[in-house]
């Protein structure tokens, strides 16, 4: 199966959708994650993805639509994934629905976690991720227990560079006029599950486990 979460940054899309693929035993695939990956590692991707993700900007449609179906369509990725991040715009989702369709499958459902925008300004402005296993912390809301340390691995906690108040803004903007159409389109199509994303994580997490509940992907 596969499912997309779909939410502007900020909206605890990743954070969300790492807690479902875990416990649906998916893999979960986040082209945030994989474009930092290669930045970190100085390969030819990380490279090219630089320049674009310190202005906010989507990176080329090409290259990030080739990265990602190279994970769905290498074998762990066969029977199913959690989508976190992509796609973000109309072209990125039609080439998805097109090479799904090759393989007889389709998206089987979209969360769209809402969060107004001014709620959005403030988590991006206190958010705090570990570098090693990407958690994510805020300094007032959801602090960890020591000082600039993860709770649940130990790793350095970061500040994103792309979380800076102009760039946060530029990262509203293109959410807004490239990835929001993406919520009409779905809809359309009858995938999309729309889950309010104020609360606590452990709050937000019980509506999606009920929504997909309701739709027979999650049991129990
Ligand atoms: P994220 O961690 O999902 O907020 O992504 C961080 C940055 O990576 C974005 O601001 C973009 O520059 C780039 N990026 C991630 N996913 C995509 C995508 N689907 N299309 C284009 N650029 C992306």
Redesign the pocket.
Known sequence: MYIIFLGA?GAGK?TQAAVVAQKLRSAYI????L?RQALEQGTDLGIQ?RA??EK????PDEI?TRMVLEKIEAPEGEAGAILD????NLE?AEALDKALAGKNRGIDKVVYIKVPEKELQRRLGERWVCRHCQAVYSAKKSPPGQNGKCDRCGGDLYQRP?DTAETVQK?LEIYSTQTAPLIDYYARKGRLLEIDGEGSVDEVTGRIEAALHEEEFVTG
Do not use: I, N
């Open positions: 940054p990743g986040a082209s945030g994650d474009f993805a674009y993700m906010g900007q989507l990176v990030t991040g992509f796609p973000r990125q792309d990262r």
